[in-house]
């Protein structure tokens, strides 16, 4: 194929039409296949295919060259028209509707959760962050998740170089683009770096990854933005992505997508609310259920024994359990943060090495027993009161077994009760059990309760237990930023995709909450920005 568009014979339009709707979810239509035909072109060029049904084959693999392939097709077949503070009706209901109640409802645990998915060259993100930036001027000590997520890494690359020209502003208010925006050249504008910092990009697929997940940072949600994309998607795949979404919600959640989206019956599991010349939709608060005529019998947990490798969670169902993700957050009042952020194009320096020579690590190590089956059910039918009695009763039964004070813990945080969640880890580490997801429960624990250097040891004591222990060092990383010690931020990266790379991409990562190998890669390489 070397006349680039035009070149796909009418067998190869249907197939990879047909490809990128099964990997992507998106509809090329007749009007766009000189797109489709340019995405081929750029992969072939990639990946020095030498035609269209060589490229083909190799987009069938599922290893790193096929992913490698289809990433540099991507970016020709997506759309990526966006602009600050597109859409005015729908930006008024978030500043003046919106996100002021969320504060007002946050107020005192002074935590927003915001995801942007879809988010393209990151004007939407930003545009949200501004708005909270002025809402919330003058209060101290707010933590702030705007994290935005795309399929397209050219357009990821763009949002976290926070660049932008002339296009992007035709709905920009002067006093806005006088505030946050500096002036790079004739042509482009520079995003003030306190903006910056209040946003976090990862590559996600809204079709094939698996959400909503404490690792991917996409669970817990106060807010999902997802405008002017589910109209690339067939029906039967809107449905599952708005349902996850829903997944993602806290009660009460609100969604917003764009104004071309599909019917209101689609979204039927929310409560739609209108505001002017726009309408959102609200995640219904569950009703809490009627306590049970009887106290659950005591639970008696089996002995301890190795366990095999936990499966992939299924999809679309709510996850029974918070293991929250090291997630990038700053408070709007910083002042000792990093006047920009870099993103580092170099490649990390190799290990030592012995490493190479070592059998790649096993991922699976569990030393605390997992819930009993009946728990298990209770937390996945929304019963956690219930979960919790069986649990305090089998900590009375086995004062000296760990499992159910660490299950307990997790039940605590996926409640966000964060001082009885350290008091069970607490408990649960203290029977002398070595058991490193004990450990790296307790530092994500102390990091939802600010004491960062706490976190940080905590999440050293499980990477020493068991140095395989990935997510304990991918923890780190953050962590290490955080704290302003980059060195150990970088060592602890490299020690992430040293343990990774190698590992089969669909291998599900231990303790992760259904993350697989190829993801928490991705993240990882998006660290990178973080300890440049």
Same mark, same amino acid.
């Given at each position: 194929?070397?006349?680039?568009?035009?070149?796909?014979s009418?067998?190869?339009?249907? /197939?990879?039409?047909?490809?990128? /709707?099964?990997?992507? *979810?998106?509809?090329?239509?007749?009007?766009?296949?000189?797109?489709l035909?340019?995405?081929?072109?750029?992969? #072939?060029?990639?990946? *020095?295919?030498?035609?269209? *049904?060589?490229?083909?084959?190799?987009?069938?693999?599922?290893?790193?060259?096929?992913?490698?392939?289809?990433?540099? #097709?991507?970016?020709?077949?997506?759309?990526?028209?966006?602009?600050?503070f597109r859409?005015?009706?729908? #930006? %008024?209901?978030?500043?003046?509707?919106?996100?002021?109640?969320?504060?007002?409802?946050?107020?005192?645990?002074?935590?927003?959760?915001?995801?942007?998915?879809?988010?393209?060259?990151?004007?939407?993100?930003?545009?949200?962050?501004?708005? &909270?930036?002025?809402?919330?001027?003058?209060?101290?000590?707010?933590d702030?998740?705007?994290?935005?997520?795309?399929?397209?890494?050219?357009? $990821?690359?763009?949002?976290?170089?926070?660049?932008?020209?002339?296009?992007?502003?035709r @709905?920009?208010?002067? !006093?806005?683009?006088?505030?946050?925006?500096?002036?790079?050249?004739?042509?482009?504008?520079?995003?003030?770096?306190?903006?910056?910092?209040?946003?976090?990009?990862?590559r996600?697929?809204?079709?094939?990854d698996?959400?909503?997940?404490?690792?991917?940072?996409?669970?817990?949600?106060?807010?999902?933005?997802?405008?002017?994309?589910?109209?690339?998607f067939?029906?039967e795949?809107?449905?599952?992505?708005?349902?996850?979404?829903?997944?993602?919600?806290?009660?009460?959640?609100?969604?917003?997508?764009?104004?071309?989206?599909?019917?209101?019956?689609i979204?039927?599991?929310?409560?739609?609310?209108?505001?002017?010349?726009?309408?959102?939709?609200?995640?219904?608060?569950?009703?809490?259920?009627?306590?049970?005529?009887?106290?659950?019998?005591?639970?008696?947990?089996?002995?301890?024994?190795?366990?095999?490798?936990?499966?992939?969670?299924?999809?679309?169902?709510?996850?029974?359990?918070?293991?929250?993700?090291?997630?990038?957050?700053?408070?709007?009042?910083?002042?000792?943060?990093?006047?920009?952020?870099?993103?580092?194009?170099?490649?990390?320096?190799?290990?030592?090495?012995?490493?190479?020579?070592?059998?790649?690590?096993?991922?699976?190590?569990?030393?605390?027993?997992?819930?009993?089956?009946?728990?298990a059910? $209770?937390?996945?039918?929304?019963? &956690?009161?219930?979960?919790?009695?069986?649990?305090?009763?089998?900590?009375?039964?086995?004062?000296?077994?760990?499992?159910?004070?660490?299950?307990?813990?997790?039940?605590?945080?996926?409640?966000?009760?964060? !001082?009885?969640?350290?008091?069970?880890?607490?408990?649960?580490?203290?029977?002398?059990?070595?058991?490193? @997801?004990?450990?790296? $429960? /307790?530092?994500?624990?102390?990091?939802?309760?600010?004491?960062?250097?706490?976190?940080?040891?905590?999440?050293?004591?499980?990477?020493? &237990?068991?140095?395989?222990?990935?997510?304990?060092?991918?923890?780190?990383?953050?962590?290490?930023?955080?704290?302003?010690?980059?060195?150990?931020? %970088?060592?602890?990266?490299?020690?992430?995709?040293?343990? $990774?790379?190698?590992?089969?991409?669909?291998?599900?990562?231990?303790?992760?909450?259904?993350?697989?190998?190829? /993801? &928490?890669?991705?993240?990882?390489?998006?660290?990178?920005?973080?300890?440049?």
């Amino acid at each position: 194929m070397t006349g680039g568009a035009g070149s796909l014979s009418p067998q190869d339009q249907g /197939r990879f039409r047909e490809l990128v /709707r099964q990997r992507a *979810g998106i509809e090329i239509p007749d009007a766009r296949l000189g797109d489709l035909e340019k995405g081929v072109h750029a992969a #072939m060029q990639a990946t *020095g295919a030498s035609s269209p *049904g060589a490229l083909y084959e190799l987009l069938a693999e599922k290893g790193p060259r096929g992913k490698q392939a289809f990433e540099a #097709m991507i970016p020709a077949v997506t759309i990526n028209e966006t602009h600050f503070f597109r859409n005015r009706p729908q #930006m %008024q209901a978030l500043e003046n509707e919106i996100l002021p109640e969320l504060i007002k409802a946050r107020a005192e645990s002074r935590r927003l959760r915001i995801w942007s998915a879809a988010c393209s060259s990151g004007e939407e993100p930003y545009s949200i962050a501004i708005l &909270l930036h002025r809402l919330l001027r003058g209060q101290s000590g707010w933590d702030i998740l705007i994290h935005g997520t795309d399929i397209d890494h050219t357009a $990821l690359a763009k949002a976290a170089g926070g660049v932008y020209g002339n296009w992007s502003f035709r @709905e920009v208010p002067a !006093d806005v683009k006088e505030e946050y925006f500096k002036r790079a050249d004739e042509h482009r504008y520079v995003l003030a770096p306190e903006i910056r910092r209040m946003v976090t990009f990862t590559r996600m697929n809204l079709v094939d990854d698996l959400y909503p997940t404490a690792e991917s940072r996409t669970d817990r949600m106060d807010l999902v933005i997802c405008r002017n994309v589910l109209i690339y998607f067939r029906e039967e795949t809107i449905r599952r992505i708005v349902d996850r979404f829903h997944e993602s919600l806290v009660d009460a959640g609100w969604l917003v997508v764009g104004h071309a989206e599909p019917s209101q019956e689609i979204f039927h599991r929310y409560q739609v609310k209108n505001f002017p010349g726009t309408i959102t939709y609200r995640k219904v608060e569950k009703a809490h259920p009627a306590p049970a005529a009887k106290a659950p019998a005591a639970l008696q947990l089996p002995e301890r024994k190795p366990l095999p490798e936990r499966k992939p969670l299924p999809e679309r169902k709510p996850l029974p359990e918070r293991t929250a993700a090291p997630e990038k957050r700053l408070s709007l009042q910083r002042k000792d943060a990093p006047a920009a952020r870099k993103r580092a194009e170099r490649p990390l320096r190799p290990l030592a090495s012995k490493r190479a020579s070592e059998p790649a690590p096993v991922l699976v190590r569990r030393a605390t027993a997992p819930a009993n089956d009946e728990v298990a059910q $209770l937390i996945m039918s929304g019963r &956690l009161d219930d979960a919790a009695k069986l649990l305090e009763q089998a900590i009375k039964t086995s004062p000296k077994d760990p499992a159910p004070r660490y299950e307990l813990a997790k039940l605590h945080a996926s409640r966000l009760r964060w !001082d009885q969640a350290e008091k069970c880890i607490d408990a649960s580490i203290e029977t002398g059990q070595l058991a490193p @997801e004990a450990h790296y $429960l /307790r530092g994500l624990i102390l990091q939802e309760l600010g004491r960062h250097d706490e976190a940080a040891e905590a999440m050293r004591r499980s990477a020493f &237990l068991d140095p395989s222990f990935v997510l304990a060092h991918f923890a780190s990383v953050a962590l290490f930023t955080r704290l302003g010690q980059p060195a150990r931020a %970088q060592k602890a990266l490299e020690t992430t995709i040293s343990l $990774l790379e190698g590992r089969p991409p669909e291998e599900v990562v231990p303790h992760g909450d259904g993350i697989t190998v190829a /993801r &928490l890669l991705d993240l990882a390489t998006l660290q990178r920005q973080l300890v440049a």
